[in-house]
């Protein structure tokens, strides 16, 4: 169960997004103060399509005290990249 007064990022995926294979070594391997938590969405009805209002994956969420903090989305047919990763940790 996640703790929700930790400072963490959470990486948003699907296993049939090519965009997660790609990026999932990037998000795993980022040194933050932040925790790691890779979330499958993998099925279509998912509550948290809804709850975290995920149009595109993979996505990411910046989460401290239950607050949004930063949020990124990945652009169809382009996914996230290191940049993205690095710039919204610059960001916090």
Not at 24 to 30: L, S, Y
Not at 52 to 65: G, H, N, R, S, T
Not at 78 to 88: A, T, Y
């Amino acid at each position: 169960m996640l703790d929700f007064g930790e400072k963490m990022h959470v990486m948003l995926a699907a296993d049939w997004c090519p965009f997660r294979r790609s990026f999932e070594p990037i998000f795993n391997g980022t040194e933050s103060p932040y925790v790691h938590y890779a979330v499958k969405v993998n099925e279509d009805v998912s509550p948290l399509w809804d709850r975290f209002y995920i149009k595109v994956v993979p996505a990411l969420a910046f989460l401290q005290d239950s607050k949004m903090m930063a949020r990124r989305d990945s652009r169809l047919g382009i996914g996230l990249g290191k940049r993205v990763m690095d710039s919204i940790l610059e960001e916090l």
